[in-house]
């Protein structure tokens, strides 16, 4: 352990140098989400930092760091997200230039949101690894100090303050689960939790479509690809030094899918009451896919960031409530005549149902010349309700169909 290159009192010294720039964010019970998983849950809230994910303690240690010849040269960094405004802002209070370079496909709300901070922005590449050529050849040109998402024992250092802070709240956690990209969080919080804890248990957790960490440490190389909720941790290339960190100190990194991490970004949103991006949720989904091994255990969540789409929210809402029941779609079909939908209207009112859309159809093929149908979006309490509504329109002599995601288009 001692040949490690990342030691605690890197990460003490790291957290003196930050304090006062980066939030000590609360580390408290979760009682409903213990309810949900049946472990008891502590969650780290790391999107109440200032730009809203734990990238910042990283950033800011690394740039509290530099030597007044470096500061005035400035800095580059390459991210789509969460570490270019954690180094914009950083930068922005220290007084130094910041370049950050993003990908072309990065969402204008990203780049307003860094650019706001003070930072010049380049948009080159397609992804975050052709940035990283695009950073070099601006380190080549310009002479700017590189501050790199990951790969940086100082950055290392700043994020593992974070275990710091977890281990003097909630003391006697048995195990963390941490969300795994480049490998920078899961190398500091590793290092510290095992120096002030050696019995805690340290979980990384990926999307099963970037098994970077967990192929390393099976001696195999992973395969990466396709498109995935968690964003922030679909990581290719791993840092060399996190790969021995984690060789030595991390248990095991548990792999998440979609569902799951689509799960925990809304139990986080309903349940919770706060918001997750798909890297800050994937703890959770892996408590969640994973119940009875952490039945019982006193568990540390990090929920690193909360910058998610609004839009991709509201989708996994609409979806969750469908799965629940809570939204469901029904066709209708009658005969055409005046007053059929006031009536429609009128029935699924007196079910106490609600109803979100509805559209009218006469020229669908399969319906008689003289029928119609109206395809229904539904606001219900649960599956029971749904079906009392259905159950009255088909008491009426209308023929109904449910139109839902689970269930499928099944004749009622």
């Not at 003391?171 to 939790?193: E, F, K, R």
């Amino acid at each position: 352990m001692s040949t490690l290159p990342l030691a605690l009192s890197d990460i003490e010294a790291a957290r003196e140098r930050i304090a006062g720039a980066v939030l000590h964010t609360p580390c408290v019970p979760a009682p409903r989400l213990s309810m949900l998983t049946g472990a008891e849950v502590f969650v780290k809230y790391e999107n109440l930092q200032v730009t809203n994910a734990f990238k910042e303690r990283g950033a800011a240690n690394r740039l509290a760091l530099l030597d007044e010849s470096e500061r005035a040269r400035g800095v580059v960094a390459m991210s789509a997200g969460n570490h270019a405004q954690a180094v914009a802002r950083h930068a922005a209070r220290l007084g130094i230039a910041a370049t950050i370079v993003m990908p072309k496909t990065t969402p204008f709300s990203k780049v307003a949101a860094t650019e706001n901070w003070g930072a010049e922005i380049v948009l080159e590449g397609e992804n975050v690894q052709d940035c990283e050529a695009v950073m070099h050849r601006l380190v080549d040109e310009r002479g700017l100090v590189v501050v790199h998402p990951y790969d940086d024992l100082a950055v290392m250092a700043g994020q593992g303050t974070l275990a710091l802070e977890m281990l003097a709240d909630a003391p006697g956690l048995d195990a963390i689960l941490v969300p795994v990209g480049g490998g920078g969080l899961i190398s500091g919080v590793a290092t510290a939790a095992n120096a002030l804890r050696p019995e805690i248990e340290i979980h990384g957790v990926q999307s099963i479509f970037y098994p970077a960490l967990d192929a390393a440490l099976r001696g195999e190389t992973a395969t990466c690809g396709g498109d995935t909720l968690a964003e922030g941790i679909a990581v290719r290339r791993l840092s060399p030094i996190a790969v021995d960190i984690a060789r030595a100190l991390v248990d095991d990194v548990i792999l998440v899918d979609e569902d799951a991490i689509e799960a925990a970004i809304y139990a986080f949103f309903a349940v919770q009451k706060t918001m997750a991006e798909g890297a800050g949720a994937a703890g959770l989904a892996a408590l969640m896919a994973n119940r009875d091994r952490f039945t019982g255990r006193r568990v540390g969540l990090i929920l690193c960031g909360g910058n998610i789409d609004p839009r991709m929210l509201s989708a996994i809402t609409v979806r969750a409530l469908e799965r629940q029941q809570r939204i469901v779609s029904l066709r209708v079909t009658v005969r055409d005549r005046p007053g059929i939908l006031g009536r429609i209207a009128t029935i699924v009112g007196e079910t106490g149902a609600n109803i979100l859309d509805v559209s009218h159809q006469r020229m669908l093929l399969n319906v008689p010349a003289t029928g119609a149908t109206v395809d229904l979006t539904v606001e219900t309490r649960d599956e029971h309700h749904a079906l009392r509504v259905r159950d009255a329109l088909m008491a009426q002599g209308m023929r109904v169909m449910r139109l839902d995601p689970v269930l499928g288009s099944d004749p009622a």
